[in-house]
């Protein structure tokens, strides 16, 4: 089994940063493809970025220019880094690594 663990959630006024993290453990050698997702209550759940095992990066239209995906092969972290944010940003934030997922951090862009 693997194990993800999403951090770095929390409350932030509009056009303020967080970053998140997404620890791997378990029965994994390495990182595989990365995926964010959020969800938002009554909401469908919407796929934020992508990346790939080579490093290339894809990200939904609502997040291109404000987001980034990145990880840390090393230490089995992916990353998320959200700037310029938007009320309608708040969501719960989930990981998947290899089709395994965490619980989420809870994001929420209010003033």
């Known amino acids: 089994q693997v194990q993800l663990a999403e951090s770095g959630g929390g409350w932030v006024q509009p056009g303020g940063s967080l970053r998140l993290s997404c620890a791997a453990s378990?029965?994994?050698?390495?990182?595989?493809?990365a995926n964010w997702y959020r969800q938002a209550p009554g909401k469908e759940r919407e796929l934020v970025a992508a990346?790939?095992?080579?490093?290339?990066?894809s990200y939904a239209d609502s997040a291109k220019g404000r987001f980034t995906i990145s990880t840390n092969n090393a230490k089995n972290m992916v990353y998320l880094q959200m700037n310029s944010l938007k009320p309608e940003d708040t969501a719960v934030y989930y990981c998947?690594?290899?089709?395994?997922w965490g619980q989420g951090t809870q994001v929420t862009v209010s003033s």
């Open positions: 378990g029965s994994i050698s390495r990182l595989y493809a």
């Open positions: 998947d690594v290899a089709n395994w």
């Open positions: 990346i790939t095992l080579s490093g290339g990066a």
